[in-house]
């Protein structure tokens, strides 16, 4: 008999008891093989030069980190490459890895179709993921939402970016939100210098300093005391 434990790689090993959880095939396939992913540093260096659209969260000093590359035809709208690059398990490769390919599969999506896309329905393409790592759908998910936001920014279409529902707008021009600021301040920036560069917030609307800074230490007080 096969020693499962010692035949596949430790995060998709397969255990026999009852307490146990086990990943679909699909999620093996996509983590052994992922799709549209950039392997190397240079390779995602090119493609900073050429992508339309780049979108980055979490840190991996946090345990996850998330980098998805878009390209984008104007005529149609449609996202016609989709690639990333991940600092995580395999849930959120193999999770990454199918969006990438929804995302561009048929011809490309139209960003307002990618909008739509819900973490549920990545998971759903994997035929399910344990509970504990639904977590890992939702990295690409806001990954994809950021590299499309920031698409808007770089072609002129700040009226098309997203604001989180419920969201102060703090950076009039740029649509920066109180939730971009305590997400920066989670990933280790701890003043206004750090916050800007990881936001770009106050680059064009110098009015919004002050709250910024007040923002700053709110975060900085609720989450490190």
């Given at each position: ?22 990943y679909?095939?699909?999620v ?5 093989n ?43 709208d ?24 929804m ?82 301040v989670?990933e ?33 007080d609720?989450?490190?005391?």
């Amino acid at each position: 008999m096969i020693d499962v434990k010692a035949a596949v790689h430790p995060d998709v090993k397969a255990k026999v008891d009852a307490k146990s959880w086990f990943y679909t095939d699909e999620v093996r396939d996509h983590f052994f093989n992922p799709k549209n992913i950039l392997k190397t540093q240079k390779e995602a260096s090119d493609y900073d030069a050429v992508s339309d659209g780049v979108g980055e969260v979490g840190s991996p000093a946090c345990g996850d980190m998330m980098k998805i590359w878009i390209k984008v035809d104007s005529d149609s709208d449609k996202i016609k490459e989709c690639k990333w690059q991940t600092f995580g398990c395999a849930s959120a490769i193999a999770s990454t890895s199918i969006m990438s390919e929804m995302v561009i599969e048929n011809g490309g999506m139209t960003i307002t179709q990618a909008l739509e896309l819900k973490p549920h329905d990545i998971v759903e393409r994997l035929h399910g993921l344990p509970a504990r790592k639904f977590h890992c759908s939702v990295l690409g998910d806001k990954a994809l939402r950021a590299a499309i936001n920031n698409y808007f920014f770089k072609s002129d279409q700040k009226d098309r970016m997203i604001i989180s529902k419920g969201a102060e707008i703090v950076d009039k021009i740029l649509k920066i939100t109180d939730k971009d600021i305590e997400e920066a301040v989670l990933e280790g920036a701890h003043d206004f210098e750090a916050v800007q560069k990881k936001t770009k917030v106050g680059v064009q609307d110098k009015t919004c300093i002050p709250r910024v800074n007040e923002l700053i230490e709110f975060y900085k007080d609720k989450y490190y005391g």
